[in-house]
């Protein structure tokens, strides 16, 4: 200490030149970090967009996607950014007047034209996908069902995006890409981790998708994809005519055509709906689809009245199943072949909707039976009053269409109180709705390589640490270097003097 005044004096400008060399190489340190982050950083995301209609038997969604321009091939990249519901019915109710079909997908698509950046527009993809309502109308009115794509392809083309086709797609492909769209989301193809498998349940169909060890003994309901650098071998089913909407037809056709009479008033009472529920209907509307068979007298209506008995329900809905004559070593019903379901689940569309509103999701099947017991027991009216501001046509299906869910999942499907807890019910992962038209796109645009795309081996959060961390290491082992030269020069002049 005594040493200092006169090191001082030796030479003044040694301390000012260590503290000047200091702040220098702080800077430079400082400056190094700020230049790597900005450097790496991108200034400005750029997003491109993508654009699917789900024209389904009920009605048509549109939905908009975007992804970082510069990642297109990453999982977990695209997001819905919006979906729009298109006003009224599904395509496949224009039969008639078609050209209603395109008129009515213009405000959504409007819509879309005023999201998505101008200068995107022309390199925006749009695409338009239509499912069972159009497979339906195709078998029983081929020119009409050709006259509506044509009405909803003409209105498309007219927007200044890159119109890619309009067209029905198969079952297959609606249950394939429902399933890309839920792992893609899932984030689960990339890592060769367990797969959810995907049920989605329509008006007019519904679709079962999963990865299944088993031996698959029908071609027709196996797929293999390579994703990603793996393989998957996923069975896959659509049932056309048993999403709800057809299956309630169906159901209420069995319970008209024991009653023959052409005279009096016919009343069919319905299980499945509650008690206290009366509403006079036309015949017509249960037998006018090419699902159900045999009208005896189309102009007549009938009164359809509730009973509300869940266990009666149940025991109605599960004659729309054939459990009869399965010629594979094992079935699911109508003597299709289904191996014995495998892993996690997600179930969306209707699933969710239905079971969501019963409050059934996260129920074991047992008390799920036994809720749904006491709902479909409850008066019509008092249903009514409690839920003064949902549609009175979804309203009065509950009952029916949560029954619906039950047996199908167990009588058809065979999931049992084992397994039920694998079965998520889901409506979004992320941003994104759980549905096949996002599958739909990334095949399209070839956005899922089958081979593991090359990535930087750090993502950019990681590098950034990686770079602060090293550059703090660096200071610290500066100014040690300091303090470690300073001190043999001082001893050392400690020794002369
Ligand atoms: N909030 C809701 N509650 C109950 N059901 C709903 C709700 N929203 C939609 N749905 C039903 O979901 C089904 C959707 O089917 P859709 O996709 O139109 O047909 P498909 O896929 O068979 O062509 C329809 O039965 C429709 O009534
Ligand atoms: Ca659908």
Redesign the pocket.
């Known amino acids: 200490m005594d040493d200092q005044p006169e090191m001082k004096a030796k030479n003044p400008w040694h301390r000012p030149r260590i503290i000047f060399i200091t702040v220098l190489f702080v800077i430079g340190i400082v400056s190094m970090v700020a230049i790597g982050v900005v450097q790496n950083k991108p200034l400005h995301q750029k997003y491109k967009y993508g654009i699917v209609l789900?024209a389904?038997?009920?009605?048509t969604s549109v939905y908009i996607y975007q992804w970082p321009a510069e990642k297109e091939n990453n999982t977990g990249m695209v997001q819905q950014m919006d979906a729009c519901n298109v006003p009224g019915v599904?395509i496949s109710g224009y039969s008639t007047e078609p050209n209603r079909a395109g008129d009515s997908l213009k405000s959504c698509m409007d819509k879309a034209r005023s999201i998505i950046p101008n200068h995107r527009h022309p390199e925006t993809p749009v695409y338009l996908g239509a499912?069972?309502?159009m497979r339906l109308l195709e078998m029983k009115n081929a020119a009409a069902s050709e006259k509506v794509l044509e009405s909803v392809e003409r209105v498309l083309q007219t927007y200044p995006f890159s119109y890619q086709g309009a067209r029905i797609i198969s079952g297959q492909e609606?249950g394939a890409f429902g399933w890309i769209t839920v792992n893609y989301l899932n984030e689960s193809l990339r890592q060769a981790s367990g797969t959810l498998g995907a049920l989605?349940?329509?008006?007019?169909?519904t679709q079962i998708t999963f990865v299944s060890g088993q031996k698959q003994e029908s071609p027709d309901n196996s797929i293999d994809f390579r994703l990603y650098g793996h393989d998957y071998h996923v069975y896959t089913h659509s049932f056309l005519c048993y999403?709800?909407?057809q299956v309630l037809k169906l159901s209420l056709a069995n319970e008209i055509r024991p009653v023959h009479t052409k005279t009096e008033t016919i009343v069919v009472e319905d299980p499945c709906f509650h008690p206290g529920y009366r509403m006079n209907k036309n015949f017509q509307s249960v037998f006018n689809s090419p699902c159900v068979t045999g009208l005896s007298y189309p102009e007549k209506n009938f009164v359809h009245m509730g009973s509300g008995n869940g266990t009666k329900c149940h025991a109605a809905v599960r004659k729309v199943f054939n459990d009869s004559g399965c010629s594979y070593s094992i079935c699911s019903f109508n003597g299709i072949f289904q191996p014995r379901v495998e892993g996690q689940f997600g179930a969306f569309?209707?699933f969710f909707?239905?079971m969501d509103?019963l409050n059934l999701t996260t129920l074991s099947l047992d008390e799920a039976k036994e809720e749904l017991g006491k709902y479909c027991a409850t008066p019509w009216e008092i249903i009514k009053q409690n839920h003064p501001n949902v549609k009175e046509k979804?309203l009065a299906?509950?009952c029916f269409?949560g029954t619906y869910i039950l047996t199908l999942l167990e009588d058809g499907y065979n999931f049992t109180s084992h397994n039920w807890q694998d079965i998520k019910f889901i409506k979004k992962i992320g941003n994104s709705d759980a549905g096949w038209t996002l599958g739909y796109m990334l095949n399209l645009t070839n956005m899922i390589p089958a081979e593991s795309p090359d990535t930087p081996p750090l993502p950019y959060g990681g590098y950034v640490t990686l770079m602060v961390l090293f550059a703090v290491m660096i200071l610290l082992l500066g100014l040690l270097a300091c303090k470690v030269f300073r001190r043999p020069t001082g001893s050392a002049q400690k020794e002369i003097i």
């Open positions: 789900d389904g038997s009920s009605h599904g499912t069972a309502g609606e989605d349940l329509g008006g007019a169909s999403g709800k909407d569309s209707a909707f239905v509103f979804y299906e509950y269409s």
